[in-house]
């Protein structure tokens, strides 16, 4: 894989799949991917370089460390959502105040247009498997070809108040949402434990019908 970075002319794009590279630990193809996907939304939203992004990728799978090392997008801030619905799209959105209109692109990789590209079609679709240094290597000569995007206006949602309280249940700190007094963890372990009751009542059941 460093020959074929070493190859590309573009000083910009070598440099990014080097950075890219290195913060993911090596230049996966869904790395590559998120990669030339915020390039798309650099583009297509005329985003300045260092502007900040938030960003909501649809895998956690590779895709998301490409914005985090090259815009800075990460968890912590904020600038980095993960619905993992197991897409290989994203979405991207100009920051701005709350109440506001922005303009966002979802960008995916699209099936029909892969199809083009027999191996890289294989490897999308996990038919096949299908070396990374191969299937970046068609990235890099498809370019744009292989995705669809549309434009989005959005909505800055308003930040909510931070609300801190202590469980009623474990007695540990929480950010309380909703006004309830038992944190998450605590009414998972809760949802938890009914459930399971409930398997053991029903295989009870189950059990005297057959008897």
């Known amino acids: 894989m460093e020959e074929l970075i070493q190859k590309v002319a573009d000083p910009k794009l070598r440099s990014q799949m080097e950075r890219v590279a290195s913060f993911h630990g090596y230049l996966s193809t869904g790395a590559f991917i998120g990669m030339q996907m915020?390039?798309?939304a650099h583009r297509v939203l005329g985003l300045t370089d260092g502007e900040r992004i938030?960003?909501?990728c649809e895998t956690h799978n590779c895709l998301p460390d490409p914005f985090q090392i090259l815009a800075g997008s990460t968890i912590g801030n904020k600038g980095l959502k993960i619905k993992d619905y197991g897409k290989m799209a994203v979405t991207v959105s100009r920051r701005g105040p709350a109440g506001s209109q922005v303009k966002s692109v979802r960008i995916?990789?699209?099936p029909a247009k892969t199809a083009q590209y027999p191996r890289l079609h294989a490897w999308f679709m996990n038919t096949a498997k299908v070396p990374h240094l191969e299937a970046v290597s068609t990235l890099l000569d498809a370019g744009e070809n292989v995705y669809s995007w549309e434009i989005l206006d959005q909505e800055?949602?308003?930040k909510p108040k931070k609300i801190i309280a202590l469980c009623e249940k474990c007695g540990?700190?929480?950010i309380q949402r909703d006004g309830k007094r038992i944190c998450l963890a605590c009414q998972s372990s809760s949802q938890a434990a009914s459930e399971g009751d409930q398997t053991i009542s029903?295989?009870?059941?189950e059990e005297a019908k057959c008897l």
Not at 202 to 205: D, E, T, Y
């Open 38 to 40: 915020l390039n798309i």
């Open 54 to 56: 938030v960003v909501t």
């Open 108 to 110: 995916m990789l699209d």
């Open 156 to 158: 800055v949602p308003a």
């Open 172 to 174: 540990e700190s929480f």
């Open 202 to 205: 029903i295989s009870h059941s």
